[in-house]
């Protein structure tokens, strides 16, 4: 069956900022829609192949794995530059006192 | 108590999911390079939460209900005639108009992955997204129809059209009996998203 629900344009805040960056860069030029659906398209059917996505959750994991290797590929955004600063952001949110702004510059 | 037992104590201590970090981590890394900012990201998600969505389309299937002429216009040429009403950008530079009938009932899907007319619908509900309909939709449409509740009493044919980059669809739903004379405004009340993607069709109006 297919699972339908009512919920809101973007389940989780991060899904939506995932959007907005994608699409802000296609406007900036830097690829084109066509090339990124194929990629994204790409991420999609390989994972299907283990599971079936619920269109939820993984398919914005999906999105995420797909544009940061785009991005790598097109020497955009480099794949250690992004595990440096997902760690930055973890040591943010570890040693940042409640309360006060968590932010990497 | 220690000073470094204190500040563990009210740290954050719960961490973001592993991708919330890697959204984060690609924000920062774009921002630095001066590809993306932060306040044009901010008005994207605010116009697709709040802006745009299903609301549009329906204006465009209560005119075509109610006016022969745009209605053949927008079957001839859908981008152009909708864009007149001022719904156009991005994911609207090829849209198809698709009329349901007595014998022809329209089903949209994107079997690569979620391509839809964000100008008229906004962004897709998450069952479009999932495998389940992107891979049964074309394969089984009247099962999954039937999922969805609709009933094709005539015995129409289904017709699956398949979205992509380049071109994406906007169904026309059939207009229920009982609604004759009534404004486009109340006519655009009743429009529901899934029935302009075709898993919906539109009740008997009191």
């Known amino acids: 069956m297919i699972k339908r629900c009512a919920g809101p344009v973007f389940e989780e805040v991060w899904h939506a900022q995932l959007f907005a960056v994608t699409v802000h860069l296609n406007e900036g030029g830097h690829f084109k829609w066509q090339d990124w659906v194929a990629n994204f398209g790409e991420m999609l059917q ?39 600063l997902r760690i930055a952001w973890q040591d943010a949110y570890l040693s940042t006192p409640h309360g006060d702004p968590i932010i990497v510059e | 108590m220690p000073h470094d037992d204190l500040n563990q104590a009210h740290a954050h201590s719960v961490l973001p999911s592993d991708a919330e970090l890697r959204v984060n981590a690609l924000e920062t ?9 932060s306040e044009a990201l901010d008005a994207i998600i605010d116009i697709y939460e709040n802006k745009i969505g299903p609301k549009n389309g ?24 909708v864009a007149e009403l001022g719904f156009y950008g991005r994911q609207g530079e090829h849209i198809v108009s698709l009329e349901n009938t007595d014998s022809i009932h329209n089903l949209v899907v994107c079997t690569l992955c979620s391509c839809y007319p964000w100008p008229l619908l906004g962004i897709p509900p998450g069952w479009y997204k999932s495998d389940a309909y992107r891979a049964r939709a074309v394969r089984e449409p009247r099962k999954v129809l039937a999922e969805f509740g609709v009933v094709l009493e005539n015995g129409e044919d289904v017709r699956v059209w398949d979205s992509t980059a380049e071109i994406r669809y906007l169904v026309i739903p059939k207009r229920p009996p009982g609604t004759e004379g009534w404004s486009e405004d109340a006519l655009t009340e009743i429009v529901t998203r899934d029935s302009m993607i075709g898993t919906a069709i539109l009740p008997v109006s009191e």
Do not use: C, M
Not at chain 1, 50 to 59: A, F, L, V
Not at chain 1, 79 to 84: A, E, F, G, H, T
Not at chain 2, 60 to 80: G, M
């Open chain 2, 29 to 37: 890394l774009l921002i630095r390079k001066g590809l993306i900012d």
């Open chain 1, 46 to 84: 390989a994972r299907g192949l283990n599971h079936s996505q619920n269109g939820g959750h993984d398919y914005f994991v999906a999105w995420l794995d797909a544009l940061e290797n785009f991005l790598s590929q097109k020497g955009i955004a480099q794949l250690n530059d992004l595990r440096d």
């Open chain 2, 58 to 81: 329906a204006r465009v299937v209560a005119k075509a209900w109610s006016d022969p002429v745009f209605k053949a216009r927008l079957l001839e040429d859908a981008t152009a005639t």
